[in-house]
C-alpha cells in the first residue's frame, strides 16, 4: 500500500540521533478529506466507518494523481 511516506518527518539531534517519522501523507490527506466530509449535510446520517472508508478512497485518488 502506498502510504506517500511520512508527512511532517523531523529529525532532532541532541546527542542522540532520533528520527520522528509522525502520521503517513495518506493519513493526512485522509483527516483532511474526512473534515471536508463532515461538513456536507448530506453526510449527516452516515455512520462513521463509511465516512473514514470515504476519506481513505479521497486519500488514496490524492497519492494516485501526484505519481502522474
Known amino acids: 500500500m502506498n502510504t506517500g511516506g511520512p508527512a ?3 529529525s532532532a539531534d541532541n546527542g542522540h540521533s532520533t528520527n ?3 502520521m503517513t ?4 490527506f485522509a483527516a483532511k478529506a474526512m ?3 463532515n461538513s456536507r449535510p448530506d453526510y449527516d446520517d452516515v455512520p462513521a ?4 472508508q ?4 479521497l486519500a ?3 497519492l494516485k494523481a501526484r505519481e502522474a
Not at 501523507?25 to 493526512?28: E, N
Not at 466507518?49 to 473514514?52: K, P, R
Not at 470515504?54 to 478512497?57: F, G, L
Open 8 to 10: 511532517f518527518p523531523t
Open 20 to 22: 520522528q517519522d509522525g
Open 60 to 62: 488514496d485518488a490524492m
Open 49 to 52: 466507518e463509511f465516512i473514514a
Open 25 to 28: 501523507l495518506r493519513d493526512y
Open 35 to 37: 473534515q471536508s466530509i
Open 54 to 57: 470515504d476519506a481513505y478512497a
